[in-house]
């Protein structure tokens, strides 16, 4: 009896240090310190989707996801979102506008990152992986274009772009 007592007693201390991690760990999971610290992400972000001004609401987890894309895919070539294969053009807002076509529309980096041109738009680039729908999804690259289009916006240093003083 004492036997069976302390195994429930034990069973009930578990599930009772055990369930407020499992409660917690979808959230936690969808958190990213750098999402919510550069990005200043904790709730839905709006970010243009087109030139007609439509948007999208991107949460911290899409965030999150394109960022994980990011580092898989891009970090060799855009580290903290400089280009180093052309230093000169990097993925700051002020660069990502000034290209032909415009990049700094969720629309506009998709179709670049499905059909890379140079930076005047003349011709296709090689320095970009072309990335086809069958290697990443319309929803993955979409969270990719987010997390590159709002760390242009918000992330200290992004671009090549000196930290700011503190």
């Known amino acids: 009896m004492q036997h069976r007592f302390f195994r429930v007693c034990l069973f009930l201390l578990a599930l009772f240090m055990v369930l407020p991690l499992a409660i917690a760990s979808p959230a936690y999971a969808a958190t990213d310190a750098y999402v919510t610290r550069y990005l200043r992400v904790t709730e839905p972000v709006p970010l243009a989707l087109d ?7 991107f ?11 990011f580092e898989r ?24 506008q000034g290209a032909t076509p415009r990049r ?10 499905r059909q890379p041109m140079t930076y005047n738009g003349t011709e296709e680039t090689f320095w970009c992986r072309q990335i ?3 290697w990443l999804s319309q929803a993955q690259i979409e969270s ?4 590159v289009l709002r760390a242009a916006q918000t992330a200290p240093g992004w671009g090549g772009a000196l930290f700011p003083e503190k």
């Open 132 to 134: 086809p729908e069958s």
């Open 144 to 147: 990719l274009a987010g997390f």
């Open 51 to 57: 030139e007609q001004g439509k948007t999208r609401l």
């Open 104 to 113: 700094d529309t969720v629309s506009s980096l998709v179709a670049y990152l």
């Open 73 to 96: 895919n891009c970090l060799n070539c855009h580290v903290g979102g400089a280009t180093l294969p052309d230093p000169t053009v990097s993925l700051s807002l002020a660069d990502l």
């Open 59 to 69: 949460p911290a987890d899409e965030f999150a996801a394109g960022k994980q894309l």
